[in-house]
């Protein structure tokens, strides 16, 4: 692990499809951010709306945003896939284009990392206009997350996690397809024996609204056929 903490890089991998309605706000919750040590990759998979523009501007004079256009390529696996391929440092972070981090957030992770593999937080539910409705409890310790995730129930937010990069590079990245790319992801972790860890603070507001993936048409696959097919019964 790193020993200096304070000089360690992160890269955060920020896929963008259509969304120009909230983008900015995850952008300037990236900015704000008080850990500053940070690189930023912005992947565009296919997006048909003004993301593109709002993105270029506010991050025209930043030069920790790395901008990739991929075109008509459409899909959040696909296009992290591509994005991991860019990562140069120790760990890796992601947000989706319409969820915002507390200023702190990036800060309180780096302190876990010499200690586990995988670090998320508590997240928070919030609508279009960014009220919270729900605060989401989830386990804290390694065992009671990896119980967890062996009966279905994903603990760590998508949003919220801090990783190894050469971890997700060992397992192949993500799944390429579509849906559940995280708990397929973080089910491949556990079978390489990696520890996780919940920070038990509300520092990820996940956004959920009508065009969101939380409310996306049915998924293909279930959890229990992503832990089947890992071997996991």
């Not at 586990?116 to 997240?123: E, F, M, N, P, R």
């Not at 038990?200 to 409310?215: D, K």
Request: aromatic share 10%.
């Amino acid at each position: 692990m790193e020993n200096n903490i304070e000089g360690m890089n992160i890269t955060i991998l920020l896929p963008v499809y259509n969304d120009e309605a909230f983008i900015e706000r995850t952008i300037l919750s990236i900015m704000g951010q008080t850990y500053k040590n940070f690189i930023c990759i912005i992947g565009f998979n296919g997006t048909k709306d003004l993301s593109k523009e709002i993105v270029n501007r506010l991050v025209e004079n930043d030069d920790r945003f790395k901008i990739f256009d991929y075109g008509s390529e459409s899909g959040k696996s696909k296009t992290l896939n591509k994005m991991l391929a860019e990562v140069k440092t120790e760990r890796l972070c992601l947000i989706d284009g319409d969820d915002i981090w507390v200023s702190d957030k990036l800060e309180k992770q780096i302190k876990f990392s010499p200690y586990y593999d995988v670090i998320g937080t508590l997240a928070s539910y919030i609508d279009e206009s960014d009220n919270i409705f729900h605060n989401l409890k989830l386990s804290e310790g390694n065992d009671e997350i990896c119980s967890s995730l062996l009966k279905g129930n994903n603990q760590i937010v998508n949003s919220s996690c801090m990783v190894n990069t050469g971890d997700v590079l060992s397992v192949g990245g993500w799944n390429s397809d579509e849906g559940l790319e995280d708990f397929d992801l973080w089910v491949k972790l556990y079978k390489k024996s990696k520890t996780f860890y919940n920070i038990q603070e509300y520092l990820v507001n996940h956004r959920i609204h009508p065009g969101s993936n939380f409310n996306s048409k049915k998924l293909s696959v279930s959890v229990y056929d992503i832990l089947y097919l890992n071997g996991i019964k």
